[in-house]
């Protein structure tokens, strides 16, 4: 059939994510399924429900990784894939992540009641864990798999509460046998919200990022020296908190500093004995820096870590520095990229080059195959808050946009791209 007129159903796209919010739903709209807490369960449920409707063939990877297998006309052919992922921030919005996989869900489901036949197989993929928020780094399972990351060391990762993210897989029954290991993939996409204000500030529906910015995470741990607050004269005092504090203000300026295109962030603390009326004997925070060039970024920890040690000298609490997770600036292939300027402007829908500054899985795909994202407005630039919302007209947009860029690929059937 000419799939040219072809177009997912805006109307059911909605009504997969409106379902998909009420798990995990909290007060202010927004949505919290922690990876592998029972509201990713119920959600996972969900997902295998809805795959196993349209006839994919479902596998379930050693690392909760779940993938929907749609059979080509050339069977034998690298599938091409497609998905994000279905957890969450705490008190998270409900449009990140799993845009991505309600996105390609629809787009299957077009397909299917449409009996279209592709020369290649697709793939729907849900990665385990890309948030990172309850178990530390971000986009664990997709790393695992493209080898990246080793699986028993994500396995003995734990929560604040000691919990290892491999016992919570077998917990909610979604620790499969399936090695997470990667196999040829001729192309990946994955469709998201921008995550950011450029879209919108400049009236464009489309984005095509030329890649994601490089992410180093690190963790802090300061040592300083409880006591009553009251007798304790405040000269020789070691006050874990207050080195802290510096050592953060020293994060916010580094760009500046710098003088490059970098952020940096501390996102996280946790002070003991949390009490106030004990000075602060210990203190845990993260460093969050992002860039496009990697020596950039590298050099600025450099220089931040001279940072920490000066602070923590002067004020007698010793430091423990854990350098958490580096993944490389990921720049996606260009014909790809192009791919996606293209569609949109056959579809009639604006477009812009850009850079996403957020990470994703597609950083680590980019490891194992061409990549491209399809990016949508996210309003106000908002986004991992219960405030974050997309247009559902631009939802639908962007759905068609990766609807016809998975026909177009997975139409080519030669070997290599």
Not at 218 to 225: A, C, F, K, Q, R
Not at 296 to 324: N, Q, S, V
Request: net charge negative; glycine share 8%; hydrophobic share 35%.
């Amino acid at each position: 059939m000419d799939t040219s007129k072809l177009r997912i159903n805006g109307a059911r796209l909605r009504a997969s994510l409106e379902e998909m919010a009420k798990i995990g739903a909290t007060p202010a709209g927004g949505v919290q399924r922690l990876s592998l807490s029972d509201e990713d369960r119920r959600a996972r449920d969900l997902f295998v429900k809805w795959l196993k409707e349209i006839d994919l063939e479902v596998t379930i990877d050693e690392m909760g990784t779940i993938f929907g297998r749609r059979k080509g006309k050339n069977d034998r052919l690298s599938p091409v894939m497609s998905g994000s992922h279905v957890d969450s921030q705490p008190r998270g919005g409900r449009f990140d992540g799993i845009l991505g996989v309600m996105g390609t869900l629809e787009v299957m489901r077009t397909l299917h009641e449409n009996k279209v036949e592709t020369e290649r197989p697709l793939i729907i993929v849900d990665w385990t864990n890309e948030e990172g928020s309850r178990f530390a780094p971000a986009m664990v399972a997709s790393g695992v798999w493209a080898g990246a990351l080793e699986r028993d060391w994500a396995y003995a990762r734990q929560d604040k509460e000691g919990r290892k993210q491999g016992d919570e897989l077998v917990r909610i029954g979604y620790k499969g046998t399936v090695p997470a290991k990667k196999w040829p993939t001729y192309a990946y996409y994955e469709f998201h919200i921008e995550q950011g204000p450029m879209l919108e500030r400049q009236g464009k529906t489309i984005g095509a990022p030329k890649g994601i910015l490089c992410l180093h995470w690190y963790d802090v741990y300061l040592e300083g020296e409880a006591n009553q607050v009251g007798p304790t004269p405040m000269e020789g005092r070691h006050d874990a908190l207050c080195a802290a504090a510096e050592m953060i203000l020293a994060v916010n300026t580094l760009p500046d500093r710098m003088q490059g295109n970098m952020v940096a962030t501390v996102g996280e603390i946790q002070n003991y004995p949390n009490s106030r009326n004990i000075i602060p004997d210990k203190v845990h925070f993260t460093v969050d820096i992002r860039s496009w060039d990697d020596e950039h970024a590298l050099d600025a920890w450099e220089l931040l870590k001279k940072d920490f040690h000066e602070i923590a000298g002067r004020r007698g609490t010793p430091m423990k520095i854990e350098e958490t997770w580096r993944v490389a600036h990921a720049p996606f292939n260009e014909t790809l990229v192009q791919r996606v300027l293209d569609t949109a402007k056959e579809l009639g829908y604006s477009h812009l080059h850009m850079v996403s500054g957020a990470g994703h899985d597609a950083s680590y795909m980019n490891q194992v195959c061409p990549t491209a994202m399809i990016f949508v407005p996210s309003i106000g630039g908002r986004s991992h808050v219960e405030v974050e919302n997309t247009a559902w007209e631009d939802c639908e947009s962007g759905a068609n946009v990766l609807l016809h860029c998975l026909l177009k690929t997975a139409s080519e059937n030669k070997e290599k791209r």
